[in-house]
């Protein structure tokens, strides 16, 4: 049977159905055949003895009157009928009386059915064969007064019957087989056309497994197949319409692509005029419309709804979805002016929304409406809630997703502050890194940080890096305080109804609403107070409070570092100007022992050289131009000394001996050494200027007039062709500056800075010392001094030098 | 000026013996000379140890010492001077001094410590009431 197992429906079909009318024929025309041929033999019999009753009946009087002519006349007429076999009168004893063959009278027939026949004694029909010729014996015995005299005997050809019956089962059977052809056609043509949207069925089923979801089955018409047509169609176009938007939803993790997808493919599916998503929140217990397609106001954007009001506040409220006619007037829904009025805004007529439910519980709303008068069927509901389902997959997909992202690009940022922050030691710098990578993570909020005060360890907040003392808190008070305090985060919800807000004016200019406070901590110690304000109600997650911690401490880290730099650095460069100072100085000794070596071995010869010279000119004998040379002599060795003695007080300088010194009175003394010494031109004028209120400075009254020599006659050599030199001093605080200004050619820029070292000079004659001596001087006193030059106008010092400090 | 100096009293004057010693010649000798012209007697050593043995066999008025010799010092001679000679001014002259070593030689009993060049009348001012005191 295998072989038939493998034949199409369509040829079983058609094989099946052919069998069932061969089988119907063959069982019904040898029925009617028979019946038919019953039919014909049971007339034949009847009529046979009807003839025999008949030819009996009439022979009665002949038989009586033994009239064998009138027998012969009624057995001829007998015989006329052509189906007469044969027809004859026998006696008693079988003998024949009359025979339409002549030559039969007076024969005796022995044959079972002529015995049989000349015995009986009531009318018999035998079957007989009289060669090919198939017929009747039929014998009616012929009664005069109860008395048997004689039988009839006709013998009826059935061969006419046996025709008829011929023909009539040609007939039958010529009709059973046009019969059975056209059945057999029909079932074919039948089994095609039942067949045909079965195959139709099955190609669409291979289509849609080839992934054609495209394939659509032809309309069949109204009866059970055209309905699974249908079906399989509308089947076809969910599953494609849930594929696409499963493709869609799948073919983006962005959140917002995603929801308007989930809309657009829901306005599609049920073709509605406008289509809207609603995340839930749970806490809240609100879900806010986060995107509207179709719509033509601005009045369903952002719609907060709430459970139990309107048609998506049934749906949150129950879990199942919901479908109305006509919103407006649809009874049994919470109506809510605010759904309402957006309705009439609209133009909203029908309208359903179903869940979109992740897990068992709801995530968020589908809703779509209609405009005109169509309405939601329930195969439409069905189609959003499967897509409902999709999209909640989706969704979560995306929220994994933008999970994921948030995180990973807040972990990423947070290696990016770890790597900005650590990569440099400004604290200013890291401040505004951490406080920038704040405000990039939380898109919108201000991020400050608050430090303690030196002193009194109010918290003020840092702007542009530096703190701003026009606002504070104590610690304890306000959050930051309480973050100070508590030394623990600190969240808030809504700073605009947190009483605890100190400066409430913040709050409100900048808009902030929710807060994070983080403590800096090192250690126990207290480095300042992160404080993340947002714009927006938001409520941070444990993972927001942890993460901005882990940057309060990364920042905090690295503000302790670079505070421990800045101290190594201040130390170092401590270290490296006292290594300086201690080459300079060590230099300077050297320079100086060799300076007083020098002196020393000099001073001897010019203490004899002196001695002489004087002991010359204390002789009268010695006159003219003798003693005019005596003169040179002692005054070039005068200047030798003088040159000497720079050299002793640069190489071995005496410590300072402090006393009060009074400015004033050491400027004018100096300039009355000035005026007669031949080294200041007469042109030059020498002008004095103090503040009325100058306090004495404490110096060592000698050196300082050293510097104010040195300082003076360079100033007034500067100026060979005259011009005015200026001495200003005034206080400033607890020091006196003092500017010495002349107006000479002024020093080249190059050389300026070389102008304090020793031996530097730029004067033929000049030792280079008086202003290595006039800084070493000032700054053993605690002062400094410094040189500004302009070429062409002059060049000016300015020294400042510490005050006496009061007594008592 | 010199000429008057030199007439003064002449018992005080041949009494007014005085000690000088330095290592550097010229200086020692111009400085002997000046004093002479003075009218004073002038005992030259080149050094300490010389000195020593001048003051050991003799009696000087006045000492005038260069502070730095070698191998002993002025300040070792004034030292010396004033352990055996302790009524014998001493002055010592130097070539440079800070002062911290005229801290030290007046600490040890100098009484005057001067700066070459030496002028003239400043020096033979001190010398005067020196030795006029010493002898009053």
Known sequence: ?808 | MVRALAAGPAEERLTARILVVDDEPGMRKSLAIMLRREGYEVTETASVAEAVGRLKTGTYGLVIADLMMEPLSGLDLLTLVKEHRPRCPVIIVTAFGGPETRQEALRRGAVDFLEKPLQAPELLQRVRELVRHDDG
């Not at chain 1, 003020?460 to 100070?484: F, K, T």
């Not at chain 1, 807000?501 to 902030?512: A, I, Q, T, Y």
């Open chain 1, 1 to 808: 049977m295998g072989w038939y197992r493998g034949l199409s429906l369509h040829a079983r079909f058609a094989l099946n159905t052919s069998l069932g009318i061969a089988l119907l024929f063959a069982a019904m025309v040898p029925g009617v055949l028979y019946l038919q041929r019953s039919s014909a033999l049971g007339q034949a019999r009847e009529r046979g003895l009807l003839l025999t009753r008949v030819f009996a009946h009439s022979s009665v009087q002949a038989v009586v009157a033994d009239d064998f002519l009138v027998m012969r006349q009624i057995v001829d007429s007998i015989a006329t009928d052509p189906d007469v076999l044969y027809a004859m009168i026998l006696d008693l004893s079988g003998r024949v009386l009359v025979h339409q063959e002549v030559g039969e009278a007076g024969k005796v027939y022995r044959d079972p059915l002529s015995v049989g026949a000349a015995a009986t004694d009531r009318p018999l029909v035998q079957e007989i064969q009289q060669g090919r010729v198939a017929g009747y014996d039929f014998a009616v015995p012929i009664y005069v007064m109860n008395d048997r005299r004689a039988v009839a005997r006709i013998g009826l050809s059935l061969e006419r019957e046996r025709a008829a019956i011929e023909r009539m089962r040609n007939t039958i059977l010529g009709l059973a087989a046009a019969a059975l052809a056209a059945g057999v056609g029909l079932a074919a043509w039948q089994a095609r056309s039942v067949t045909r949207p079965v195959g139709d069925l099955v190609r669409g089923a291979h289509e849609i497994t080839r992934g054609n979801l495209a394939h659509r089955i032809a309309p069949l018409g109204g009866d059970e197949l055209g309905q699974l047509a249908l079906a399989f169609n509308r089947m076809t176009e969910a599953v494609q319409a849930l594929i696409a938007t499963s493709r869609a939803l799948s073919s983006t993790l962005d959140r917002d692509e995603v929801l308007r997808s989930v809309a657009q493919h829901a306005l599609e599916l049920v073709k509605a005029d406008l289509a809207a998503i609603a995340p839930y929140d749970r806490d809240a217990r609100e879900a806010r419309i986060q995107l509207v397609l179709g719509a033509r106001t601005e009045r369903l954007r952002a719609l907060v709804v709430t459970p139990g009001r309107g048609i998506g506040g049934a749906v949150l409220a129950t879990g199942e979805p919901a479908r109305v006619g006509s919103y407006l007037d649809a009874p049994g829904i919470v109506h809510d002016p605010r759904y309402d009025d957006a309705c009439r805004a609209e133009g909203i007529r029908a309208s359903a929304a179903v869940p979109i439910t992740l897990r068992g519980d709801i995530v968020g709303l589908l809703w779509v409406a209609h405009r005109t008068t169509k309405t939601f069927t329930d195969e439409d509901v069905d189609a959003l809630t499967r897509m409902a389902g999709q999209a909640a997959i989706a969704l979560e997909n995306a929220r994994l997703y933008e999970e994921t992202r948030v995180k990973s690009a807040r972990l990423e940022g947070l290696l990016r502050v770890s790597q900005a922050i650590t990569a440099t030691l400004d604290p200013g710098r890291i401040v505004e890194v951490v406080l920038g990578a704040v405000s990039r993570l939380m898109e919108g909020a201000a991020a400050r940080l608050w430090v303690p005060r030196a002193g009194d360890g109010r918290l003020v907040p840092l702007v542009a890096g530096a703190p701003d003392s026009s606002r504070w808190v104590e610690p304890g008070q306000g959050l930051v305080g309480l973050v100070a305090s508590t030394r623990r985060p600190v969240v808030v919800d809504d700073l605009r109804r947190d009483p605890r807000v100190v400066h409430r004016d913040l709050v409100e200019r900048e808009g902030l609403v929710s807060f994070l406070g983080l403590p800096l901590l090192r250690e126990d110690q207290l480095l300042g107070v992160l404080a993340i304000a947002t714009r927006a109600p938001r409520r941070f997650t444990e993972d927001e409070i942890a993460l901005f911690a882990s940057f309060a401490q990364q920042a905090a880290t690295s503000l302790e570092n670079a505070r421990l730099y800045q101290d190594l650095r201040a130390s170092n460069e401590g270290l490296v100007a006292a290594q300086e100072e201690l080459v300079r100085k060590t230099r300077m000794a050297a320079l100086g022992q060799i300076a007083a070596v020098v002196a020393h071995e000099a001073r001897n010869p010019l203490g004899a050289l002196s001695n002489c010279v004087q002991l010359l000119r204390a002789n009268p004998n010695i006159g003219g131009e003798d003693a005019e040379l005596l003169a040179i002599v002692q005054a070039e060795t005068q200047r030798l000394n003088e040159i000497v003695s720079d050299f002793l007080a640069f190489g071995r300088p005496r410590p300072p001996q402090f006393e009060e010194v009074d400015l004033p009175e050491a400027v004018r003394a100096t300039f009355a050494l000035l005026r007669h010494d031949d080294r200041c031109p007469g042109s030059v004028h020498l002008a004095a200027k103090f503040d009325p209120g100058l306090l004495p400075v404490r110096g060592d009254h000698d050196q300082l007039r050293q510097v104010f020599w040195n300082l003076f006659l360079n100033a007034v050599q500067a100026m060979p062709g005259g011009g005015e030199l200026v001495v200003e001093a005034r206080s400033l605080g607890d020091r006196v500056e003092v500017s010495v200004r002349d107006a000479g050619p002024g020093i080249p820029t190059e050389v300026l800075p070389r102008i304090f070292e020793p031996f530097f000079t730029t004067r033929a004659g000049g030792t280079g010392l008086g202003l290595a001596i006039v800084r070493r001087i000032v700054e053993e006193h605690g002062g400094h001094i410094a040189v500004h030059s302009e070429q062409g106008v002059g060049t000016w010092f300015v020294l400042s030098l510490p005050v006496q400090p009061r007594s008592g």
